[in-house]
Structure formats: C-alpha cells, structure tokens
C-alpha cells in the first residue's frame, strides 16, 4: 500500500475571468488542432484547461470556471481528488499493465467485490470491468442473449447508450450520433419512453400509460419471448434528464421478470452518488438483472463495469468475455479510491444536499422566465429545459444562446435532450456551496438578457 500521504492539489476555488472566452491562448490551441484532429469530434467549451478541481476548471488564459459539468458525470469526487491522485500514483510506480487475461492482480477483484456489494439487490453478483460505457452496454447485451438464447433487444426513446456499432443503434438520437453511420445492428427495436413534461395526456398518468404502451407494442411487435434484453437508462442522460414517471422502471421491470427478459440499468451516467443515491435504481426499489457503469467509477480514468445476476454472468464460455484494456490497475486504485470517497465525504448527501439548493432555485427562476418550460432530476443531476414561451415547443437556438452566456461568465454547462434544448447540470459533488450558489446566479443573469 501507499507509504506517504500527497498533498492535495486544487486551484484556488474562485470564478476568476481575466480575458475574452475562449482568450487567445486557447484560440491558438483551438488552430493547431483544427489543423490535427477532425471536426466530428466537437468541444462544448474550447477553452483549453490547465488545472482543475473542487468546483473549478483552469484555462490556458489563466481564467477559471465554474465547473456545471464534471466533465459529462465523470469526476463526481472532484478533479486530481487527492484519494485517486494518491492511489494512481503508487501505482504507475508499481506496474501499470499486465493484461487481467494474462496474468492478475487484486484490485480488479476488489473493484468487482466492491461493486457486487454496492449495486442495487442483495442476490449472488459477478463483475468484469471494460474501458468505456458503450463497452459495458455492449457486453451487457452479448450475455443477455448468450443467457436467453434470444435476439431481440429493446430500447427507448430520447435513449443514449453510446457510439459503437450496437451501442448507437440502441441511441434514439440520428443528428449527431447516427446520421450516415448505417447501416445499424439488428434486432433492436425502440419503445416509448414515459417523458412527463411531453406525454400527451399529462404527467399524472405519464407513468402507467406509457408503460402499457410499451409492454404492449412489445408483446405485439417483437413478442415478449424473443426478447433477450430492455434496456434503459434510469434517469435519461443525454436525451436531457429525462426521469420516467413514477410507475414507469418498476412496471417495466416486473414485464421483464414475469417473460424471463433480461433487465439492464444503464447506470453509466446516474451511477456514484450523483443523483443523491449511490444508483439512480435505488429510487424506485429497481433491482436490474445486469447494470452497467463508467462514467463516475474512477475520477477520470477510464473505466467501466457490468454487474449482473451470477447465474447469468458465470453462463458465458471461458474466454468469451474481456478485453486488452479491461480493469487496467491503475483505473482500479483509481475506482477504489473514488469509493472510499464516496464513503468518507457522505457524497450521496452530499448530491442530495446540492438538489435541494438547485431545484428550489431553479423552480425560482421558472417563476420569472416562461422559456423554462419544465425544471427536474435528482440530486446533483438536475436540468431545465427551454421552450418558446406559452408552448411546448423546444427552443434550441436559445438554449445555445444560453449557453454561450453562461461560458462568457465563467460558468461551465452543458447543453443535452433530443431536441437540443435542455440546459443540464451536473457539478462535482465536492463543489463548495458558495460556488454552486454564484453558478445559478450566473444562469439567473444570463435569462435575464
Ligand atoms: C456516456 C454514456 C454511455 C457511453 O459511455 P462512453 O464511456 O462514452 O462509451 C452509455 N450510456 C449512458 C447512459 C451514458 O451516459
């Protein structure tokens, strides 16, 4: 283990604005990569940082910015967390590949333990660990059908799981994620998702119609036994933080059990405290059958995760599961590091505590501006979502308008939902509360204009 404590870094927890945004530094930046990397992969923000951590990312020009992103969901302990830095620096020292294939080390099971333990449902669990979310949606889908011996995979509206072949097909997204990629995976087939603010007979009902109507079209479209999987995120990420409607997971959960369909969580974004509990399943007493996670397991390094039911996960033939990369060491210290965090800082309160100053405020300026046409999530997983006022209609253009104002202020927020008019919210957990207070503020200011 690791001998002597590093000091923790972090840039001093201020909003400090000292050119234009993006200054010229990082304009300059932005043109030697124009010239090396393609446009098809975007930046939301094309300031190029230097430091960060707590609540704040540094820039080449010296400014510093409020962070409302955590870099999509990832460092939910915070940047460089002195926990990860000290773990992952003993050990690069030590060793930092050998291929889990080839020959094993301990803390890729105590990462696979740890997470059988954690995840939703006390059942007997197996764990094998990959790079990436769309790598574990993937792999979840490959056993599922391994284990059922079916084909048929469903997925929901406004979903997101990812950009490999099988991963965007199960997207619901075309415009950026699927448009010219085709031809898709097979046998996937897509259901309505209980989206409240938009279902057309109101949220009160929202729940259980939407999920009649999708065990129906399941039953009639595919059939339920030749489903091997549903799939579904918990809360919606990318399709714009989306909650499903009470009733909505805990009856699509129980059509799965009663037909012997596989259940999987993708967890990839809710996971690790963000939502105010450490699984967003947790809400709803959802026990999945499979889970997958990435984004908040290691404060950055890549890693990710599916957790499954033993009697499912141990079916696969020797071999058939795995990868290169998979639980590299140094993204295991990293993971460990991430749950003792977790544990030692209360950062499951700790997201709850930040929703309940976010939501209040955020409902405050939904009162003052009719664009905010609907306010939710959980936790510190929160949004609002922009229409033109007095209807429903989406409005994108604003809302990158809105953006763009925040990013001039210093605030760091991202954009999501399927119609791209979703202002999302997604801070460190350890962000101090004045700065979380000074970001709605600046989100107040830029409504306000
Ligand atoms: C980000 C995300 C993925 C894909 O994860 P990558 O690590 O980008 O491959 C899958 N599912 C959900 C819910 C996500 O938010």
Same mark, same amino acid.
């Given at each position: 283990?690791?001998?002597?404590?590093?000091?923790?870094?972090? &840039?001093?927890?201020?909003?400090?604005?000292?050119?234009?945004?993006?200054?010229?530094?990082?304009?300059?930046?932005?043109?030697?990569?124009?010239?090396?990397?393609?446009?098809?992969?975007?930046?939301?923000?094309?300031?190029?940082?230097?430091?960060?951590?707590?609540?704040?990312?540094?820039?080449? %020009?010296?400014?510093?910015?409020?962070?409302?992103?955590?870099?999509?969901?990832?460092?939910?302990?915070?940047?460089?967390?002195?926990?990860?830095?000290?773990?992952?620096?003993?050990?690069?020292?030590?060793?930092?590949?050998?291929?889990?294939?080839?020959?094993?080390?301990?803390?890729?099971?105590?990462?696979?333990?740890?997470?059988?333990?954690?995840?939703?449902?006390?059942?007997?669990?197996?764990?094998?660990?990959?790079?990436?979310?769309?790598?574990?949606?993937?792999?979840?889908?490959?056993?599922?059908?391994?284990?059922?011996?079916?084909?048929?995979?469903?997925?929901?509206?406004?979903?997101?799981?990812?950009?490999?072949?099988?991963?965007?097909?199960?997207?619901?997204?075309?415009?950026?994620?699927?448009?010219?990629?085709?031809? #898709?995976?097979?046998?996937?087939?897509?259901?309505?998702?209980?989206?409240?603010?938009?279902?057309?007979?109101?949220?009160?009902?929202?729940?259980?119609?939407?999920?009649?109507?999708?065990?129906?079209?399941?039953?009639?479209?595919?059939?339920?036994?030749?489903?091997?999987?549903?799939?579904?995120?918990?809360?919606?990420?990318?399709?714009?933080?989306?909650?499903?409607?009470?009733?909505?997971?805990?009856?699509?959960? %129980?059509?799965?059990?009663?037909?012997?369909?596989?259940?999987?969580?993708?967890?990839?974004?809710?996971?690790?405290?963000?939502?105010?509990?450490?699984?967003?399943?947790?809400?709803?007493?959802?026990?999945?059958?499979?889970?997958?996670?990435?984004?908040?397991?290691?404060?950055?390094?890549?890693?990710?995760?599916?957790?499954?039911?033993?009697?499912?996960?141990?079916?696969?033939?020797?071999?058939?599961?795995?990868?290169?990369?998979?639980?590299? &060491?140094?993204?295991?210290?990293?993971?460990?590091?991430?749950?003792?965090?977790?544990?030692?800082?209360?950062?499951?309160?700790?997201?709850?505590?930040?929703?309940?100053?976010?939501?209040?405020?955020?409902?405050?300026?939904?009162?003052?501006?009719?664009?905010?046409?609907?306010?939710?999530?959980?936790?510190?997983?929160?949004?609002?979502?922009?229409?033109?006022?007095?209807?429903?209609?989406?409005?994108?253009?604003?809302?990158?308008?809105?953006?763009?104002?925040?990013?001039?202020?210093?605030?760091?927020?991202?954009?999501?939902?399927? #119609?791209?008019?979703?202002?999302?919210?997604?801070?460190?957990?350890?962000? &101090?509360?004045?700065?979380?207070?000074?970001?709605? %503020?600046?989100?107040?200011?830029?409504?306000?204009?």
């Amino acid at each position: 283990m690791t001998s002597q404590a590093v000091p923790s870094y972090e &840039p001093p927890q201020v909003r400090r604005i000292v050119t234009e945004i993006p200054g010229p530094r990082s304009r300059e930046l932005q043109e030697r990569r124009k010239a090396a990397v393609p446009p098809g992969v975007g930046s939301v923000l094309p300031v190029y940082v230097t430091d960060a951590g707590g609540g704040v990312v540094v820039d080449a %020009d010296g400014n510093s910015l409020i962070d409302f992103g955590s870099g999509i969901a990832v460092v939910n302990v915070g940047n460089a967390n002195a926990r990860v830095a000290e773990r992952v620096k003993a050990q690069v020292e030590r060793f930092t590949h050998t291929c889990f294939m080839v020959a094993p080390y301990e803390s890729y099971v105590a990462v696979c333990e740890a997470l059988n333990r954690i995840t939703p449902g006390d059942h007997d669990k197996r764990t094998f660990l990959v790079n990436s979310g769309a790598e574990a949606v993937e792999n979840a889908v490959k056993i599922a059908r391994y284990a059922t011996g079916r084909q048929a995979v469903v997925a929901f509206d406004h979903g997101y799981h990812g950009r490999t072949l099988l991963t965007m097909t199960l997207t619901a997204k075309s415009m950026p994620y699927k448009h010219g990629f085709g031809p #898709y995976a097979s046998d996937v087939y897509r259901m309505p998702m209980a989206y409240p603010f938009r279902w057309p007979t109101g949220p009160d009902d929202c729940g259980p119609e939407a999920a009649a109507q999708a065990i129906d079209q399941i039953s009639k479209q595919i059939g339920a036994d030749a489903v091997a999987a549903v799939v579904i995120e918990p809360i919606q990420g990318e399709g714009g933080f989306i909650e499903p409607a009470p009733g909505f997971l805990p009856a699509i959960a %129980d059509f799965c059990r009663e037909n012997g369909i596989v259940f999987i969580a993708d967890e990839v974004q809710t996971g690790f405290a963000r939502t105010g509990d450490l699984f967003a399943c947790e809400h709803e007493g959802i026990v999945p059958d499979i889970v997958t996670t990435a984004k908040g397991i290691a404060g950055g390094l890549p890693l990710a995760a599916v957790t499954g039911r033993a009697d499912l996960m141990d079916r696969v033939h020797g071999g058939g599961l795995g990868g290169t990369y998979g639980g590299n &060491p140094v993204a295991c210290e990293a993971a460990l590091a991430v749950l003792e965090e977790i544990e030692a800082s209360g950062l499951v309160a700790r997201a709850r505590e930040i929703g309940e100053v976010m939501l209040p405020r955020l409902r405050e300026l939904a009162g003052k501006h009719a664009e905010i046409g609907d306010v939710r999530g959980r936790g510190a997983m929160t949004a609002i979502e922009i229409v033109h006022p007095g209807t429903k209609e989406p409005d994108a253009a604003r809302t990158a308008e809105l953006a763009r104002r925040c990013h001039q202020a210093g605030l760091l927020v991202l954009t999501a939902g399927t #119609y791209g008019n979703v202002l999302r919210f997604l801070p460190p957990l350890v962000i &101090p509360m004045d700065l979380l207070n000074e970001g709605l %503020d600046i989100l107040g200011e830029a409504l306000a204009g």
